[in-house]
Nanobody
């Protein structure tokens, strides 16, 4: 079964860092743009960052620009999201998906919880 698996979430204090991983199972990530999305309680899911399959170009939402960095390691079939200077408003379930759009036709992971709190 093709799937994406996120890991690396947890509880961190404001100003702290986490690195999320998105690993593909039973398919190769090389040919896909991969997006990170997040959904906080009571809010709509929003796109956070995306990395292309071809030239590695990246996109960041304004709310995370300068704090988050997306990267990919095709040899490990994994995309990472390095999150620095975390804020309480970054608290959400973080999900990765194939593509940069919030699409029902994408392959989605199950999500990993990130909580930023003192």
């Amino acid at each position: 079964q093709v799937m994406l698996v996120e890991s690396g979430g947890g509880l961190v204090q404001p100003g702290g860092s986490l690195r999320l991983s998105c690993t593909a199972s039973h398919f190769t990530l090389d040919y896909y743009a991969i997006g990170w999305f997040r959904q906080a309680p009571g809010k709509e899911r929003e796109g956070v960052s995306c990395i292309s399959s071809s030239d590695g170009s990246t996109y960041y939402a304004d709310s995370v620009k300068g704090r988050f960095t997306i990267s990919r390691d095709n040899a490990k079939n994994t995309v990472y999201l390095q999150m620095n200077s975390l804020k309480p408003e970054d608290t959400a379930v973080y999900l990765c998906a194939t593509g940069c759009d919030d699409s029902d036709y994408a392959i989605w992971g199950q999500g990993t919880q990130v909580t930023v709190s003192s």
